[in-house]
């Protein structure tokens, strides 16, 4: 069936990147994004989540797909579009990731409280092999640093066998990266995949260079 609106995808595509340009404060990574088809396993402790690695993908010009809770497609189907499905479709999910897709699987299966990983359930591992695919570990931090606006960070790990394990590792690892960092940079050693908002004490807006002139300060 054709698809009678199709000039709707772009359309969300650009609402998407636009919200996240305007949202947060920019997005980083650090480790080997898969090539071709790969089950990449965040953790899950932000609204923005979804957001973040559906913008990683599009840097790394990677087909993508994530499984979501059937609620958010229920209130907002043209998620669909940017490859939203419903987590009961896990065989649908493993077929796109024979064909070369990434497929994000949130394992804790919900928003978490910032913290220790929550149960992780079976399904990323499941797609993972059923696909024949590597399943990869990603620990994902959208939080508010020195700037004004929050920042995303992901530490993409290597391929594995022990999610549970390799997830906890990484993540351990980011947070202390992020304790032990200067707050107004970014971590080092992360590549800037996307440019996000100044923060206002980046930038200097046209009634404090008035009032400068005005009264003379330096």
């Given at each position: 069936m054709s698809d009678r609106a199709p000039w709707a995808t772009p359309v969300l595509k650009h609402s998407i990147r636009r919200s996240l340009r305007t949202g947060l404060g920019g997005?980083?990574?650090?480790?080997?994004l898969p090539v071709g088809g790969a089950l990449l396993a965040p953790n899950h402790n932000s609204w923005w989540d979804g957001y973040v690695m559906r913008?990683?993908?599009w840097f790394?010009?990677?087909?993508f797909c994530?499984?979501?809770?059937?609620?958010?497609?229920?209130r907002f189907p043209f998620l669909r579009r940017m490859g939203a499905l419903e987590p009961g479709r896990?065989?649908?999910a493993a077929r796109m990731a024979r064909g070369g897709a990434w497929i994000t699987v949130f394992?804790?299966?919900?928003?978490?409280?910032?913290?220790?990983?929550?149960?992780?359930h079976p399904g990323a591992a499941w797609i993972a092999r059923t696909a024949g695919v590597p399943l990869v570990p990603v620990?994902?931090?959208?939080?508010l640093r020195g700037g004004q606006w929050p920042e995303a960070y992901l530490r993409v790990g290597a391929a594995t066998t022990d999610l549970a394990g390799a997830l906890l590792h990484e993540v351990?690892?980011?947070?202390?990266?992020?304790?032990?960092?200067?707050p107004e940079q970014p971590l080092a050693g992360y590549l800037r995949v996307m440019a996000g908002r100044a923060s206002g004490s980046d930038t200097v807006d046209w009634p404090a260079r008035l009032l400068t002139r005005v009264t003379g300060d330096r």
């Open positions: 997005i980083w990574t650090r480790g080997s913008e990683v993908a790394a010009g990677a087909d994530i499984l979501t809770v059937a609620r958010q497609l229920e896990v065989r649908d394992p804790e299966g919900a928003v978490q409280p910032p913290g220790a990983l929550n149960t992780l620990a994902l931090r959208v939080t351990s690892v980011l947070d202390s990266e992020i304790a032990s960092s200067d």
